[in-house]
């Protein structure tokens, strides 16, 4: 079949190769997509110890700050989406900002870093797995099959089509909050050792220095929110999906963690605190939840905690391939890699790609005898973060440095004023996190470096693809970052050219 017949003979879904499946995301499946990978019953039952344990009562506040900072980058983050579709996001927003060869360089530190987070996310639904077969069922596997098994079924399900995931992610998402809500609910209800308070809102029982080792963790479980961008292509309606749904995800995240950990710290008494945290961090949710709610709900709870990582990982999952799609398209990398299913139009080859380079490191570090917590998932999830942070910052400075060139009637907050402030907030929280990376890694200055290293070289290898590209396939390169449907009629949607600083 020639390329006009396949456009011309028959069902919807086929689509010319290269391209997804256009129109088939809504916000609400983009909502899901953002949210599950933010998998926010893990972070409460994980994560939320930690935060009491740095930023005390004040922990709330802290998840606020980062909604907010959050929002404020989504500002210029979603205007910049308005003229650049592309299932590249950070990369292809950086390239028109920032040139060809910062976007290619952006390009592999993105996928690295999903790459990344999906080992530590893979490797924790796999212990969890593990635990709770063990606990609920009596039944001893160890975690690195059912890891194995976990990224061989999200494999199956992104390699289908795009809303078949999204439906997927909805039911898991729905149950997750739900355990949530009624935990939440049954606190209030029950009554709580010390009342209900507020003092942890009241900022003159902020401390800075516990403030700023508490957001470490509360900007960490945020990361994942710009995946909206990255189904742009497939969005129905992107110039007005993609800022919807990017602001209601980062919102419904800010009320859950904020108020889920205001009730569990009200759970626990303010003054009981440090008491509590002197015990295993990893039970003491599902402890408040058997003694708030029983026995049933506790068991439910445990069960949710796999399908909440399992969601993670296949959001997660689903970006990463549609990364190394376009990494594929724009031919940084091997054009198979934009091969779609004429079916579905999934990337299929780069879900299947993705999935072997996630798993070979994980089994890698598994069998090399590495903790799956302690070490594989917070020694890949760190330098994750490291990297979302980085790549929101340059696509802040971006957004900046592209409507310079030509504002297009925007107004100065959406292309200046916000991006600005975000760049300011997020080097900050960058230079908070590094500064406090032992926290989480519990590694020497010299360990964190390491563990940082593959950021380094994915960056300097983007950097050198782009160069072998300008050098011998220019009409290749001077199509990085535009070979996504632009999304609206601009005539001024090229990336940043060499004549302007592109060197």
């Known amino acids: 079949m020639d390329r006009t017949s396949a456009l011309t003979s028959s069902g919807p879904d086929q689509r010319p190769e290269g391209q997804l499946r256009s129109g088939s995301v809504t916000t609400a499946h983009l909502i899901f997509f953002v949210v599950s990978a933010a998998a926010p019953l893990t972070v409460m039952a994980g994560f939320a110890p930690l935060a009491f344990m740095l930023g005390g009562q004040s922990s709330p506040v802290g998840y606020l700050v980062a909604g907010v900072t959050y929002l404020i980058f989504a500002v210029g983050f979603t205007t910049m989406s308005r003229y650049v579709r592309n299932a590249g996001a950070f990369y292809a927003y950086i390239t028109h900002g920032l040139g060809r060869i910062v976007g290619a360089g952006a390009a592999v530190l993105a996928y690295v870093g999903y790459v990344l987070a999906e080992i530590g996310f893979a490797a924790a639904a796999g212990l969890f797995a593990s635990t709770t077969l063990q606990s609920l069922a009596g039944i001893t596997v160890g975690w690195i099959p059912c890891a194995v098994f976990l990224l061989l079924l999200v494999t199956l399900v992104s390699w289908s089509r795009v809303d078949v995931g999204a439906r997927v992610l909805a039911v898991l998402l729905i149950c997750e909050v739900t355990i949530l809500v009624v935990l939440c609910v049954a606190i209030l209800i029950s009554g709580t050792p010390e009342g209900l308070t507020l003092e942890g809102f009241n900022p003159a029982t902020w401390s800075p220095g516990a403030m700023a080792s508490l957001f470490v963790i509360t900007f960490m479980v945020y990361v994942g929110f710009e995946q909206t961008a990255v189904y742009s292509e497939e969005a129905k309606d992107p110039r007005r999906t993609i800022p919807r749904a990017t602001y209601l995800a980062v919102a419904i995240l800010a009320v859950i963690y904020s108020f889920v950990s205001w009730a569990l710290l009200m759970a626990i008494g303010p003054s009981n605190l440090a008491a509590a945290l002197e015990g295993d961090h990893a039970t003491l949710v599902f402890s408040l939840s058997q003694q708030y709610a029983g026995t049933a709900l506790t068991q439910v709870m445990e069960v949710l905690m796999v399908t909440s990582i399992f969601a993670g990982v296949l959001a997660v999952h689903n970006a990463g391939s549609r990364y190394l799609f376009a990494l594929g398209r724009e031919g940084l990398l091997p054009k198979i890699l934009s091969h779609t299913r004429e079916r579905?139009?999934?990337?299929?080859?780069?879900?299947?790609?993705?999935?072997?380079?996630?798993?070979?490191?994980?089994?890698?570090?598994?069998?090399?005898?590495?903790?799956?917590?302690?070490?594989?998932?917070?020694?890949?999830?760190?330098?994750?973060?490291?990297?979302?942070?980085?790549?929101?910052?340059?696509?802040?400075?971006?957004?900046?440095?592209?409507?310079?060139?030509?504002?297009?009637?925007?107004?100065?907050?959406?292309?200046?004023?916000?991006?600005?402030?975000?760049?300011?907030?997020l080097c900050i929280v960058i230079f908070l996190v590094c500064s406090q990376m032992d926290l989480l890694t519990g590694l020497s200055l010299a360990g964190n470096l390491a563990i940082c290293v593959p950021l380094l070289l994915a960056f300097l290898t983007g950097v050198a693809f782009a160069l072998r590209l300008r050098a011998t396939r220019p009409d290749d390169y001077a199509c990085l970052g535009a070979r996504g449907p632009q999304a609206t009629g601009h005539e001024d949607t090229k990336p940043k050219t060499d004549a302007q600083g592109d060197h």
């Open 344 to 425: 579905t139009s999934s990337p299929g080859v780069a879900v299947i790609v993705h999935a072997v380079l996630v798993m070979v490191p994980m089994l890698v570090l598994a069998f090399a005898g590495l903790d799956p917590y302690s070490q594989i998932v917070i020694w890949t999830n760190t330098p994750g973060l490291v990297s979302v942070l980085l790549l929101q910052l340059l696509t802040s400075v971006a957004v900046i440095s592209y409507f310079a060139r030509n504002p297009r009637g925007e107004r100065s907050w959406n292309r200046l004023v916000a991006p600005a402030i975000a760049s300011v907030l």
